[in-house]
């Protein structure tokens, strides 16, 4: 199974760096650096993960992928 697509960029506005799962809905953390931010994530992935399973809800395949990386297959 492919891993799911992390965002990871710097924000101005929040002084830090934020960490997406766009394939997750609002499935993202915040650090202030930008292994934080991905550390953080990665723990609200499993929750976001494990949540929806107990919860009966659908988890969604990783299919999310950057226009860059479509380009290139």
């Known amino acids: 199974m492919k ?3 992390i965002n990871l960029f710097y924000s101005d506005d929040d002084d ?12 993202s953390a915040f650090g202030e650096t930008a292994d934080e931010a991905l550390r953080a994530v990665e723990v609200a992935k499993e929750a ?12 969604p395949l990783p299919r999310y992928r950057p226009a ?5 297959s």
Do not use: F
């Open 16 to 27: 830090g760096w934020i960490a997406d799962i766009p394939d997750l809905n609002a499935c």
């Open 48 to 59: 976001w993960l494990a949540i929806a399973r107990k919860q009966h809800k659908p988890v």
């Open 68 to 72: 860059i990386y479509q380009m290139a």
């Open 3 to 5: 891993e799911y697509h």
